[in-house]
């Protein structure tokens, strides 16, 4: 049974960072393409970030381009989101999924974690 649990969402001022974790069982992530993505009271899910391939080739949501890192440690099976300079547009409903690889396709989903950034 997959199973992926979200951790280390949390309150932030604007330009403060926050590192996301996805812990996954049931799944080997370096083998699954994975993403994170998001979803703002009254607006649609969008996908954020994004890997691909045992090397890990990443893609991002533009606004997340230069700001926030996807990454993943094979030995603690897990994914992770560096979420740096934020700004009250990254508030939101956090979430990493399995995904279609090179795409914003999502399969199996975690329950997410809240991001809230005040200014």
């Known amino acids: 049974q997959v199973q992926l649990v979200e951790s280390g969402g949390g309150s932030v001022h604007t330009g403060g960072s926050l590192r996301l974790s996805c812990a996954a069982s049931g799944i080997t992530v370096s083998r699954t393409c994975m993403a994170w993505f998001r979803q703002a009271p009254g607006k649609e899910r969008e996908g954020v970030a994004g890997?691909?391939?045992?090397?890990?080739?990443?893609y991002y949501l533009d606004s997340a381009k230069g700001r926030f890192t996807i990454s993943r440690d094979d030995a603690k099976n897990t994914v992770y989101l560096q979420m740096n300079s934020l700004v009250p547009e990254d508030t939101a409903m956090y979430y990493c999924a399995t995904v279609v690889c090179r795409t914003w396709s999502g399969k199996l989903w975690g329950q997410g974690t809240q991001v809230t950034v005040s200014s």
């Open positions: 890997y691909y391939g045992g090397d890990a080739f990443t």
